[in-house]
């Protein structure tokens, strides 16, 4: 009975967070259409190839799905996570770390939360490449999580963190999911972004 009600539990959790997701996803297209024409213009002028970058990202029980971002690196970058590259500072356009200090690459994500590849808030998408992430996560349980575009981890660190401390604090999102601390980390999102907090590329 206590597995049902649990269960119950998730399932209520899940729906109020996709319609929150589509609602949200909408009306932020609709009023963010502008500068988001504007965005993909900067990055077609200030550098060679196309304004949207598609990775291959893991997804819900490590599914491959592709991801949008506005580019902000070279047409020539290694399709490496970016704490594996050496210097990734030289693959930077011109633009790139504005664009990543204020989290503006990341608009195009509103078409995967409107696909339902991913969710506002829930564990970053790892790369196809990066098995030692998805493997700890399996382990723990969170690839059975829709990846967001921020989660826990993100608002305890980001960049910042090591990939097995990411991990626990994807962990710990899991077992302790709601509606409430999905708003909790949004907000917190919020501050990080207007503070430039956590991004160190």
Not at 122 to 137: I, S, T
Not at 163 to 187: C, G, M, Q, T
Request: glycine content about 6%; aromatic content about 10%; overall charge positive.
């Amino acid at each position: 009975m206590k597995l049902f009600f649990k269960s119950a539990k998730i399932c209520e959790i899940c729906g109020l967070k996709r319609i929150f997701d589509l609602a949200m996803a909408s009306f932020l297209l609709c009023f963010l259409s502008i500068p988001i024409l504007v965005v993909g213009l900067m990055v077609k002028l200030t550098s060679k190839g196309p304004a949207l970058y598609w990775s291959d990202r893991v997804g819900i029980n490590n599914t491959i799905f592709r991801m949008p971002k506005f580019r902000t690196m070279g047409i020539d970058t290694p399709a490496v996570a970016t704490h594996l590259m050496k210097n990734p500072d030289a693959y930077l356009t011109s633009i790139g770390s504005f664009l990543r200090k204020f989290s503006l690459d990341e608009l195009p994500q509103l078409y995967s939360i409107l696909k339902g590849d991913i969710s506002f808030v829930g564990p970053r998408p790892a790369l196809f490449n990066q098995d030692d992430l998805v493997e700890l996560r399996t382990g723990k349980g969170v690839h059975r999580l829709v990846p967001g575009i921020t989660g826990w981890a993100q608002v305890n660190g980001r960049d910042e963190l090591p990939i097995p401390v990411k991990v626990e604090y994807d962990a710990y999102y899991l077992k302790n999911r709601s509606f409430s601390f999905d708003l909790k980390i949004l907000w917190m999102t919020l501050v990080k972004v207007v503070k430039r907090e956590g991004v160190t590329h």
